[in-house]
């Protein structure tokens, strides 16, 4: 499988790409990268290895952003949401391993067009910071839990939750990165576990690495030139078109 990866060199330009890209988004937002990396890794790959590979460099990029922006996690979140993710974890190996490629892409589709769709709606303002809900973050947690060991794509219903907190940015960036930090740790063990994890996602992101850490340090440097809506309606479209381009592929087989 591996050798496989060195012949097909357009494979391997695309999974450069989208790490580069999808390290950079990561670094600017605090979020992202498996959103739109699996979709993209998955339109070339099977959704199980773009998966893993996605989980080493995932776990690499979100470890960074956490700390370029620890001194300003809301710990009391970032405690309740990486418990949900954890205690719900094993269930989202167990559809990574037994359910069927087709479906898996079906599964990220709906969910990429799902998030995306949410970002792109007009957002309200809102004078006061909402009080804590902690059930409701618990939930997001372990909806968060699921679908990063299946789909490794944890994002959505992280980004939900917080947002609805209306947390300053750097607070957002920081927070939802110990999240994603414990996740994956705790996942790429479950991952081990269940046998999951083979030589191809490996070979993946050792080649991949560096073009994401380069993406990341770019992030870096533009996330304070960069106007911040302007990029996020960028990368919501984007999102969306990547879900709709994995939808596609589940129904073509």
């Avoid at 979100?62 to 922006?69: D, F, M, P, V």
């Avoid at 949900?84 to 589709?109: D, E, F, K, Q, Y």
């Avoid at 046998?195 to 191809?200: F, K, L, N």
């Avoid at 850490?213 to 078109?241: E, N």
């Amino acid at each position: 499988m591996a050798a496989g990866i060195g012949v097909h060199g357009g494979v391997l330009l695309l999974s450069i790409a989208v790490v580069f890209v999808a390290g950079s988004l990561q670094s600017i937002t605090g979020f992202g990268f498996a959103l739109l990396a699996v979709p993209l890794l998955s339109l070339a790959l099977p959704p199980a290895t773009a998966v893993v590979a996605v989980f080493f460099l995932g776990a690499s990029s979100s470890l960074l952003t956490l700390l370029a922006n620890h001194d300003a996690i809301v710990w009391v979140e970032a405690r309740r949401l990486s418990l949900g993710a954890v205690v719900a974890m094993p269930a989202g190996a167990v559809l990574l391993v037994h359910t069927s490629p087709a479906t898996l892409r079906a599964i990220l589709g709906v969910s990429t067009c799902a998030v995306a769709v949410w970002m792109l709606l007009p957002t309200r303002t809102v004078e006061r910071t909402p009080a804590p809900r902690p059930v409701l973050s618990y939930v997001a947690g372990a909806c968060s839990g699921v679908l990063n060991t299946s789909l490794a794509t944890n994002g959505p219903p992280l980004v939900a939750y917080l947002r609805t907190r209306q947390l300053p940015p750097k607070s957002f960036r920081s927070t939802i990165s110990v999240v994603f930090s414990i996740s994956n740790v705790v996942g790429l063990g479950i991952l081990f576990g269940v046998g999951a994890v083979h030589r191809t996602p490996v070979v993946l992101f050792a080649v991949t690495f560096l073009p994401g850490l380069f993406g990341w340090a770019i992030g870096q440097r533009l996330a304070t030139k960069i106007p911040a809506h302007a990029f996020d309606r960028m990368v919501d479209g984007l999102l969306l078109v990547s879900g709709i381009l994995a939808l596609a592929k589940a129904v073509a087989g």
